[in-house]
């Protein structure tokens, strides 16, 4: 086993050995044991699972909630000579029958898809025929409701599991508690639990934290002062853009990235900032999943995450070449209030939560009674200016929503037009006689696409166009068309998030949300908030053991690069500071605290601390000025 593992490593990849803690989980695997995997943001988690699939016979279904980074992976394989498809909801329903036959009839290694695909009809159809040797999932702490990042279709993979019972699953995931990873084990129905955790330790990352009203100030001078690229992550898209703007102003090299973009705007962005045209990169968190630049130097946090979880993610982007890397995290004297009242803002009541809900269906046009398993483009912030509702109450809502069960919110995908008819057959069998320059495109769409007139289905436009012998803009101007005669709805092809309504629109009296569920989920919220709120004032303790602690690793051992690191060193190698030398400093003088301080090596507050002190005793005086003295 170890030279066959060893030779597909450098065949596919070009190593020669493995990252901590890979062979093990890749023999924890091949051994047949269901096998949860932590391992820190950028550790080499997809290895684990490919490699394992290239050294059997079968196929590995790959479930991740993450359609960019389904689409980077299935390339990179690709580029490999390794066969592998994606399914998700960018595809018409044609592309994913052929994609799934693939996968049964085909030399398919691997077949990924999000965790909403796990039910759909043409999916357990065919996945009990594949030779499944291997389920891997991404992402894993999602199946978790007590995780921050909850998503209820995660649940699904109990239901996959018993149609592939002879499959091993390997969970993997960076951000995992103690607690989240018992959930997950107990989810995932392992036979025994088995948790392998990779060292959650980055000793070439610096965490620092400036306590600094002056922010910009402080970007500048990091910047100014560490070379190479960077992220400058923000929590607004008006902060992404003006800190940007600020940085230029000031002769850097800047651009921002948010959601707003359009999508081909943010890929040439990223695209000049991976390739280092642009060096500094400001961003919401939308900014991040995917990335694979290893010589990122530095990490700023511009505002606080809400979560330790969110913030090693984001600031484990920095360094994965393994050269020293700062994450520095800015908090200014009004970040405790905007905080509380952040929190307070993002988890509504229940009533705001059922009036968003019904706000949401009325702007997708969603009646009482209809919308069951009906899919919906929505631009989340649009809907907020319209309702005039912060995003980030609108965000909580919608978890809520879904963790209870009732629709489920996509992250941003390609997504392919869609039709439903809205009359009758023999109503269109009426227009195609009366509206001949209809007949060709309705014939097409009837004789490739079944059920489209009891639900929405995903359609080829440019199929269409071939198949009818119109051209791709015909066909497009020809739907509007029909869309504005009523005879179809239609929803153009866009990137977008989507709205999944996994029941029929319910009136606001029927909307239950689970009080323990309800209140459970505020606890952690809140507690988690603290952490990252400790983790912010600490002053005494290595952050990197506080981040590993945070994650259930016992005993960690101080990084020693951390600014709470240095500044021990610092106060150990000074010379000790005692009444008497503060006294020689000053002699004869009159001097201010500044001018003492500026006397010794070591840091302010110790000097500070034993002057008040001397005050305090009459040892010294000050005069109005501030000014020092003998008594």
């Not at 051209?471 to 239609?490: A, K, Q």
């Not at 190698?573 to 002699?587: D, F, K, Q, W, Y």
Request: proline share 3%.
């Amino acid at each position: 086993m170890e030279r066959n593992l060893n030779e597909i490593l450098k065949q596919y990849w070009g190593y020669d050995t493995f990252r901590p803690m890979q062979r093990e989980i890749i023999e924890s695997v091949m051994n047949g044991r269901d096998t949860l995997a932590l391992m820190p943001t950028g550790g080499g988690k997809s290895i684990t699972y490919q490699l394992t699939t290239l050294a059997r016979e079968g196929l590995c279904i790959v479930v991740t909630p993450l359609i960019a980074l389904m689409k980077d992976q299935v390339d990179r394989l690709r580029q490999r000579n390794i066969a592998a498809v994606a399914i998700h909801s960018g595809l018409s329903s044609r592309q994913i029958d052929i994609a799934l036959d693939n996968c049964v009839y085909g030399d398919v290694k691997f077949l990924y898809l999000a965790p909403e695909r796990l039910s759909s009809e043409p999916f357990r159809l065919r996945v009990q025929r594949m030779n499944v040797s291997l389920l891997a999932v991404d992402e894993a702490h999602c199946i978790s409701q007590w995780g921050y990042d909850f998503r209820p279709s995660y649940l699904r993979i109990a239901e996959l599991r018993r149609l592939i019972p002879n499959a091993p699953v390997l969970a993997l995931t960076a951000s995992a508690t103690p607690q989240v990873a018992d959930d997950i084990m107990r989810h995932m129905q392992f036979a025994v639990p088995n948790i392998l955790r990779s060292s959650f330790a980055r000793p070439n990352l610096s965490y620092a934290v400036r306590h600094i009203d002056d922010k910009n100030d402080q970007l500048l001078r990091i910047i100014n002062n560490v070379a190479g690229s960077g992220i400058v992550y923000v929590r607004l898209r008006e902060a992404a853009e003006k800190v940007a703007l600020y940085l230029q102003e000031h002769g850097i090299s800047a651009n921002f990235y948010h959601g707003g973009l359009p999508h081909a705007e943010r890929n040439i962005r990223q695209d000049e900032w991976s390739s280092g045209k642009t060096r500094i990169m400001v961003a919401t968190n939308a900014f991040g999943m995917g990335i694979d630049k290893a010589d990122v130097r530095f990490v700023i946090h511009y505002s606080m995450c809400d979560s330790l979880e969110s913030y090693y993610q984001e600031a484990g982007r920095a360094g994965r070449d393994g050269q020293r890397s700062y994450a520095v995290l800015l908090i200014s004297s009004g970040d405790s209030g905007r905080i509380k009242r952040r929190f307070e803002q993002e988890f509504p009541q229940i009533e705001t939560i059922k009036s968003i809900y019904e706000r949401l269906c009325s702007y997708l046009q969603v009646a009482i009674g209809d919308g069951a398993h009906a899919s919906f483009v929505f631009n989340i912030h649009d809907f907020c200016v319209r309702e005039h509702l912060y995003a980030g109450t609108v965000v909580s809502a919608l978890k809520l929503l879904q963790q209870n069960g009732y629709l489920t919110l996509t992250e941003e995908c390609d997504n392919p037009a869609r039709i439903m008819f809205c009359v009758n057959r023999d109503d269109l069998y009426k227009i195609r006689i009366e509206r001949r320059s209809f007949d060709a495109i309705l014939r097409t769409i009837l004789r490739l696409y079944d059920g489209i007139f009891t639900e929405f289905r995903a359609i080829d436009e440019m199929q269409i166009a071939a198949a009818s012998g119109h051209t791709e803009d015909e066909v497009h101007e020809l739907l509007r068309s029909l869309w504005r005669m009523h005879v179809i709805r239609y929803i153009p092809a866009s990137t977008s998030p989507m709205i999944f309504f996994d029941e029929e629109r319910l009136s606001a009296d029927n909307i239950y949300i689970a009080p323990d569920t309800y209140t459970r989920r505020k606890e952690l919220m809140l507690e988690r908030f603290n952490n990252m709120l400790l983790y912010a004032d600490n002053e005494s303790e290595c952050r990197s053991t506080m981040l590993e602690r945070y994650f259930g690793v016992e005993n960690p051992t101080p990084c020693g690069v951390c600014d709470v690191c240095l500044r021990k060193k610092r106060e150990k190698t000074t010379e000790e500071i005692t009444p008497e030398r503060i006294l020689a400093v000053i002699g004869d003088s009159s001097l201010t605290i500044k001018e003492v301080v500026a006397q010794f090596r070591c840091e302010p507050n110790r000097v500070i601390a034993v002057v008040s002190r001397m005050l305090d005793e009459g040892i010294i005086i000050s005069d109005a000025g501030g000014r020092m003295s003998h008594r």
